[in-house]
Each structure stands twice: as structure tokens, then as C-alpha cells.
């Protein structure tokens, strides 16, 4: 298992007992991590003449008061480096039917692949500062950066929403152990 986040494992059954991975130290292919679910967003930037989307599951309000969203991005990433020139991200949370574009965006580099380009997903420019934001995607939010934190080999970039919207009906993509799937129905609440 590499640190990419778009590995694909095939999902495994859950073993009959707790297993203890016992190891020197804790590495990322430890099996531990692949148990989180997440969903995907679409983190977009607009840089000069440039705009650019890569794929994220590591996105998550992370304040109520005030509205905070939280994104890391490895610090790789051309993503990284044009957020560091605009100081401003676009995060669209994808859609059930989005699987495609999550691969796709984060799959190659926007320094090698016009990942927006003709070839791309529909977008459209947020209203306020002009973001590409993915069509069709269950939620949009254009941010201001406001902190950056770096955490190990990515960053923790704070974005202050100053626009939102959402498809009510949409459901998001989830994600998890490098597969994609759709919201199954809730389950009933325990009674209290
Ligand atoms: C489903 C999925 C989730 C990903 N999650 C993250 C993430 O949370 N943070 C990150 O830095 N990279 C993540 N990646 C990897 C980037 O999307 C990928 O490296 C991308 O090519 C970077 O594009 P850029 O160089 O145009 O910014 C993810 C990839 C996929 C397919």
C-alpha cells in the first residue's frame, strides 16, 4: 500500500476475532487506517489565469462559531501550491453519481493534465470570488484561507466559508478502503 489516497484495496471481510497488528512503529499501511469512511470533495483553486480541482477525503467542518472547514492537502500537491498564491479554495462535496470525476481529479496532476479542461467536469464560477465549483456536486462552499497548519507531510487549511449552497436531494459520495459507494437507508434510532 503506497500513501496515495486513491489506492485501491478490495474490501475484506472482518476477522473472526480483534487482530493486534503488533509492529515496531505504526506505518500507513497499517490495516487500521483503512477503516475510515469519508466522503470526497472536488478542492478547487483559481490562481492569475489558472484554475485547477483535485480530489480530497480529508475535509471536514472543523468550527460552528464561526463557520470553519478544514481540508489537508499533502504538500505536493499543485493544489498546495496554488492555494499558497491565492489564499482562497472551492470545495465542492461530490455527488453519489460523482465517483468518475472523484477518480479522475485525483488521479493526475493539474501541472501535467488540465484536469478542468474540455475534457473535464462541467464547473461553473462561484459567485463571490469566481472558484471553479463542480456542477452537480451535493454542496459548494467558496472560502477565504484564513490559518494553515501544517500537519506531517500535508497542511490543514482553515477556509472561512462566504458562500454556500446545496442540492437538497443529493446524496454524497462516500468513500472508503479506496472504494466508492452510495448512503445506504439510516438505520432506526434506539429507542431512549
Ligand atoms: C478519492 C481520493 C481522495 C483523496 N484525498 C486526498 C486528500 O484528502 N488530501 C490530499 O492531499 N490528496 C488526496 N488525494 C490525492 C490527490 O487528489 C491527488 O494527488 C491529485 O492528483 C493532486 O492533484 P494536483 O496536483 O492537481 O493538486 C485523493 C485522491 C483520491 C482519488
Redesign the pocket.
Known amino acids: 500500500m503506497s500513501k496515495?489516497?486513491?489506492e485501491t484495496t478490495e474490501p475484506q471481510h472482518a476477522p473472526d476475532a480483534f487482530e493486534s497488528h503488533e509492529m515496531p512503529s505504526v506505518i500507513w499501511s497499517h490495516p487500521a487506517f483503512r477503516l475510515f469512511v469519508n466522503s470526497?470533495v472536488a478542492v478547487s483553486t483559481r490562481a492569475v489565469d489558472t484554475v485547477?480541482?483535485?480530489?480530497?477525503?480529508?475535509?471536514t467542518p472543523v468550527s460552528i462559531d464561526p463557520v470553519l472547514l478544514g481540508?489537508?492537502?499533502?504538500h505536493?500537491?499543485?493544489?498546495?501550491a496554488?492555494i499558497g498564491e491565492s489564499s482562497q479554495v472551492g470545495l465542492s462535496l461530490l455527488a453519489e453519481d460523482q465517483a468518475t470525476i472523484?477518480?479522475d481529479?485525483?488521479?493526475?496532476?493539474?501541472?501535467s493534465n488540465d484536469?478542468l479542461g474540455a475534457n473535464g467536469p462541467a464547473w461553473f464560477s462561484g459567485p463571490i470570488l469566481g472558484l471553479p465549483l463542480i456542477e452537480g456536486a451535493a454542496a459548494h462552499f467558496e472560502c477565504h484561507v484564513v490559518a494553515v497548519h501544517t500537519v506531517g507531510d500535508?497542511d490543514l487549511i482553515i477556509g472561512s466559508p462566504v458562500w454556500s449552497a446545496t442540492t437538497t436531494l443529493a446524496k454524497p459520495l462516500v468513500?472508503h478502503r479506496g472504494h466508492y459507494y452510495q448512503l445506504p437507508e439510516p438505520l432506526r434510532k434506539p429507542e431512549s
Not at 481529479?105 to 501541472?111: F, K
Open positions: 496515495d489516497h486513491s470526497v485547477n480541482a483535485m480530489s480530497a477525503e480529508w475535509c481540508v489537508l492537502v499533502g505536493t500537491r499543485w493544489t498546495h496554488l472523484a477518480h481529479l485525483g488521479d493526475s496532476s493539474g501541472r484536469k500535508h468513500y
